[in-house]
């Protein structure tokens, strides 16, 4: 099976960094897209960043530079370094990979239990 754990979150204060980390576990034989998505109580998940296999990011527009999205694809990892956190930045973080599992080869969408971040102002 496979299995996406998060880490990293925790209570910081306005102006802080956080650095989160996610790992994929189990039957893989590829990881495609990673990405980072946020969800605020009352409000829907959305999309924070992604990373492709290659390296390519793309990043949510109300991130201004803040938040930069890399990945170590020999330790099935992604990772997320938040800098110059807000109030407003307050929300569960989940990290989401497309895997290849050994078998079947097939893609399918995974996601993580997903980690808390609190900024305080």
């Known amino acids: 099976q496979v299995q996406l754990v998060e880490s990293g979150g925790g209570l910081v204060q306005a102006g802080g960094s956080l650095r989160l980390a996610c790992a994929a576990s189990g039957s893989i034989f590829r990881i495609n897209a990673m990405g980072w998505y946020r969800q605020a109580p009352g409000k829907q998940r959305e999309l924070v960043a992604t990373?492709?296999?290659?390296?390519?990011?793309d990043y949510a527009d109300f991130m201004k530079g803040r938040f930069t999205i890399s990945r170590d694809n020999a330790k099935n990892q992604v990772y997320l370094q938040m800098n110059s956190l807000q109030p407003e930045d307050t929300a569960m973080y989940y990290c989401?990979?497309?895997?290849?599992?050994?078998?079947?080869?097939?893609?399918?969408?995974?996601w993580g239990q997903g980690t808390q971040v609190t900024v305080s102002s």
């Open positions: 990373v492709s296999s290659g390296g390519s990011t």
């Open positions: 989401r990979a497309y895997i290849v599992r050994n078998s079947p080869r097939i893609e399918f969408s995974y």
